[in-house]
């Protein structure tokens, strides 16, 4: 699967995580629906990851975006007089952000690795053709 539909899939989880808390708490704090604007902005990169030519860039700002959530996430979870589904899904955010930054990091090595090996086939390739000549 590629990386772009992985960040629209966390985004959505994401969105019904925020959604769902906030309903269920009957929250009329609107902080609780951060997990939801989260997953919408990671929605929105990952729409424009699809491009080729925005990718990088929009991987990138996801990224930034995962790491900040689980952050916030795990830093607001210890604070007392919380409801259980205010730990929940605090808890469910901060779970979701970092496996989404796990997979998005082990994604960024890998097209690393294969841009380089791609860029040592093609110096190696110009290497025998000046051999050649």
């Known amino acids: 699967m590629k990386m772009y539909a992985v960040t629209v899939l966390f985004g959505v989880l994401l969105v019904i995580t925020g959604v769902t808390v906030f309903i269920q708490t009957g929250s009329t704090q609107k902080t609780a629906l951060i997990p939801a604007v989260l997953g919408g902005i990671l929605m929105v990169c990952g729409l424009l990851a699809a491009n080729e030519a925005r990718r990088m860039m929009a991987m990138h700002i996801a990224v930034m975006v995962g790491l900040l959530g689980f952050i916030g996430s795990i830093a607001t979870l210890f604070k007392s007089g919380q409801s259980s589904w205010g730990i929940g899904g605090k808890s469910t955010s901060a779970v979701l952000c970092a496996l989404f930054v796990f997979l998005c990091v082990r994604s960024f090595i890998q097209a690393r690795r294969a841009r380089e090996a791609l ?15």
């Open 119 to 133: 860029e040592a086939e093609t110096d190696s390739g110009e290497e025998k053709a000046e051999v050649e000549d």
